[in-house]
């Protein structure tokens, strides 16, 4: 029996590869994201152990505020007289005291300031060279006026030594300073993971990127000959005042103790990363599976009678079942092998295009025990699972088969259908209870009610094929080619439905992520349109330390500009609150003006600042809080001591505006005193055109923002969800391209089980031409069913998420008729390019032996 599967599945080589094509497609993804992940790892390990190579022991102040999940905590000032205490402790050689902070911005050649896509943007001290950095040109700074750059920043923004270079830092306004000297790095590089880097004297950098002077953001320790870094961590931390490791509101940590939680939080982040692909992995698997499931019943089907014959030779169901699951694991087996070597490639060109756009030294590749075992279950898993109900079905034919002329009846839909409703309903309850937020783990509900009902729909498809095939095979009707095609893709409704849905799963989870982010780009424009009077908005992109900032001398020149009515300036930063976590605050010197142009309503107090210290508080924060009118919290900003602030007013909620607002008194605690946001109203009258135009003049020198009226600023918010949207539509393109072998699958194996009714109707008369256009309506109508049960499944997913985020600023449901009727042409074009190959194999049938075939 062994030898005779072998020989059945080796005799059908074409089959054998439509059939694993959908499995090394998805096993390419699942071990080319771990292939990624591990190499991109071991070169970030690498990465940092030479950033802290030089370092035995590093001393820093606790945060004053956990940024948690909004971005990266930034260290408290240490006073020098911190330096002085350490250099005293016995076991220290030497400390260097550093002033650095991320938010330095070089302004290129070109007058726009040079971006990163992740590597910080670096202001530091120069301390001189050392092992690890070295002079390429020129010389370090001397006098305040004069900077220093790594490669990678000179090369970025286009600028040599000597040249005048213009820098943004966390204080207000441009500067301007010579630059003297670029630095590269140990092993001929340019930067250290792509980092830009500029080096000013050690005053400067005290005044620019940590606001103070005589402060330094971290003391770089060096041992003495004979001095353990463990022993000197303990020895400092001591004389700090505390345990080693915590002293007194200081960190004290080895340079092994850095590198270890540097790499841990960054190999946290890249597990982030491969568990997206893996999950783009699993629906391109998962749609496999249709594809398998469809292959091996039609290989069940059309080897009726020689399974039957096998039984009636004395085979039993339990080698029938067998033959069917080892061809299965064959094809598993053959496809894992296959999807792991491509996946090792992927894997590699990735992490060399990730290299060369962070500027990462790539580490040597490897394949991890994680991508081969993963290869090789999910492919075997997959591939066998899709057998198993086909196979079970062979097991069942009768050994009486053998005897007689074999035909694939219709079996009833009615325990189909009841399974799919029960498990559509099962799904559509789980589905709602994660949107609903019910339960601990909303986020397994939402997928598992994404997943069941997808499970659901497949089962309840064959009910839906055959009057929707008939109805839309009608468009193809009016020549003898188009009603065959019509006909044979009814023929079978299960065949029809299982392709169709693979088809189905990639078009709906890209219709319910369009009509998401449809719904809330309207929610967007309707909230702007009804809910803000800015005429001008000033704004720039940011980056991990919030948004881009801006010289607050800015708004006091528009404010003066003739035809403008009043201004508003928003600033921003991490705030820790009392009892509380890290939340982001908004600060205002005109409240009553910001809170006209945001239409705030007040329910209690007044809006506006009679003095220091003051907040007003959404209704809802402050039922949270526990705050009322008069009811102070204290709160601790970037730099400087606890604020505690007097709430003055509350105010209810909208869509666009909510929190916690202060007065701007306390903006010089903030990281940085500068403007984020600037609004602008202009008088009536006035061209909102013209007022731009000289508002863009006064932001020459700070080239991180620009103005744009409302509709220009909500259409740039929107393009962000373009964005994501792009990005999806390409993580899911290996789903549809899965799809569409499906199709290519269904038909060809259609073509071999009609070999004898194609040659019947070669005979007498169909041309080739015909016989192509019969197969290309058979797969354009299936791609058209699919793609139709594709948008109906995602348009009601994507209905169901809006409505439930209906409290949280999707105010308008909106659906995206252009890019679904797309999506529509799309597939039947996707059926046309289908039906190719296959219409080419049945317009070359052979007709005397195709009558005479079996």
Do not use: C
Not at 82 to 93: F, R, W, Y
Not at 761 to 766: E, Q, V
Request: proline share 4%; net charge neutral.
């Amino acid at each position: 029996m062994l030898r005779a599967t072998l020989k059945s599945l080796l005799s059908r080589k074409l089959r054998l590869v439509l059939s694993g094509l959908a499995v090394v497609l998805g096993v390419m993804f699942v071990s080319g994201a771990f292939v990624l992940t591990d190499t991109m790892g071991r070169s970030f390990d690498s990465l940092f152990a030479s950033v802290f190579e030089d370092t035995d022991v590093q001393v820093t102040q606790k945060p004053k505020v956990d940024g948690q999940d909004m971005g990266p905590s930034q260290a408290s000032n240490i006073p020098a007289a911190t330096l002085d205490k350490v250099k005293n402790v016995p076991g220290v050689a030497k400390v260097v005291g550093e002033a650095n902070s991320d938010g330095a911005r070089v302004i290129g050649k070109n007058g726009k300031v040079v971006t990163t896509f992740g590597p910080p943007r670096l202001g530091e001290n120069w301390v001189g060279t050392s092992d690890l950095m070295q002079l390429r040109e020129g010389r370090g700074p001397q006098a305040d006026d004069e900077i220093v750059v790594n490669a990678t920043t000179a090369k970025a923004a286009g600028i040599k030594v000597g040249d005048d270079v213009g820098v943004l830092t966390l204080q207000p306004g441009k500067k301007v300073f010579k630059l003297v000297g670029i630095v590269g790095y140990s092993g001929d590089r340019d930067s250290l993971g792509g980092s830009l880097e500029v080096f000013f004297t050690t005053p400067v950098a005290q005044e620019l990127m940590l606001g103070e002077k005589d402060v330094y953001s971290s003391l770089k320790v060096t041992a003495a000959p004979g001095v353990s870094h463990d022993q000197l961590r303990a020895d400092v931390a001591a004389a700090l005042g505390g345990e080693s490791g915590q002293a007194g509101g200081f960190q004290v940590k080895t340079g092994k103790q850095l590198q270890d939680e540097t790499t841990k939080d960054f190999r946290e982040g890249l597990s982030f990363f491969n568990n997206v692909l893996i999950g783009f992995a699993g629906v391109a698997l998962f749609v496999g599976t249709f594809l398998i499931l469809n292959t091996f019943s039609i290989i069940v089907a059309q080897r009726t009678r020689e399974l039957a014959l096998m039984r009636a030779l004395g085979g039993s169901r339990g080698q029938t079942l067998g033959s069917v699951i080892i061809e299965a694991v064959a094809i598993g087996l053959i496809a894992s092998v296959l999807g792991l070597a491509a996946g090792v490639g992927v894997g590699v060109l990735l992490a060399w295009v990730f290299g060369n756009v962070s500027g990462v030294a790539l580490a040597s590749v490897g394949v991890p025990a994680a991508a081969v075992i993963s290869a090789f279950v999910v492919g075997l898993l997959v591939t066998v699972v899709a057998a198993v109900l086909p196979a079970l079905r062979a097991s069942r034919i009768p050994p009486i088969a053998a005897l007689q002329e074999v035909a694939t009846p219709d079996r009833p839909l009615t325990k189909l259908t009841v399974s799919g409703a029960l498990i559509g309903a099962a799904g559509g309850t789980m589905l709602g209870l994660g949107l609903a937020g019910q339960g601990d783990n909303t986020l397994w509900l939402i997928l598992g009610g994404v997943l069941i009902s997808f499970i659901g729909v497949a089962l309840l498809t064959p009910l839906l094929a055959r009057p929707v095939v008939a109805l839309l095979g009608r468009l193809f009707s009016w020549s003898v080619p188009g009603k065959l095609g019509r006909l044979n893709s009814g023929r079978n409704p299960r065949r029809t439905a299982i392709t169709a849905a693979a088809l189905m799963v990639g078009l709906a989870l890209i219709t319910g992520v369009n009509v998401i982010l449809a719904s809330a780009k309207q929610s967007l424009s309707s909230q702007a349109a009804t809910q803000v009077t800015v005429d001008l908005i000033i704004s720039g992109d940011g980056d991990d330390n919030g948004p881009a900032k801006f010289d607050p001398a800015v708004m006091d020149a528009a404010a003066k500009l003739p035809g403008v009515a009043s201004t508003a300036s928003e600033y921003w930063d991490f705030g820790q609150l009392e009892g509380g976590g890290g939340t982001g605050i908004s600060a205002t010197s005109d409240m009553a003006a910001y809170a006209g142009m945001f239409k705030m309503t007040p329910t209690e107090g007044t809006l506006n600042w009679t003095g220091p210290n003051q907040a007003v508080v959404d209704t809802e924060n402050a039922q949270k809080r526990g705050l009322k009118l008069g009811s102070t919290m204290t709160i601790q900003f970037s730099r400087g001591a606890p604020h505690t602030v007097t709430v003055v007013g509350l105010y209810k909620r909208s869509d666009v505006m909510g929190g916690t607002i202060v007065s701007g008194d306390v903006v010089k605690d903030f990281r940085s005193p500068q403007p984020s946001w600037g609004y602008i109203r202009v008088t009536e009258g006035t061209a909102v055109a013209d007022i731009q135009r000289q508002v863009d003049q006064l932001l020459v020198d700070n080239p991180e923002v620009s103005v744009a009226n409302r509709a220009e600023f909500v259409d740039a918010q929107s393009a962000q969800f373009d964005q994501l949207l792009t990005m999806i539509q390409i993580l899911l393109a290996l789903a549809i391209l899965i799809a569409v072998l499906g199709i290519v699958n269904t038909l060809a194996l259609s073509v071999l089980e009609r070999t004898r009714e194609l040659g019947l109707l070669r005979a007498i008369g169909m041309r080739r031409a015909q016989t192509m256009r019969m197969v290309t309506v058979e797969a354009v109508v299936i791609s058209t069913f699919g793609a139709l049960l594709g948008l109906a499944v995602g348009t009601g997913l994507g209905a169901a998420v809006v409505r439930a985020l209906k409290d949280d600023g999707f105010s308008k449901m909106a659906f995206p008729w252009t890019q679904m009727a797309t999506y529509l042409l799309l597939a039947a074009l996707v059926g046309v390019l289908a039906a190719i190959l296959p219409s080419i194999r049945a317009s070359r049938v052979n007709v005397l032996q195709a009558i005479a075939h079996d």
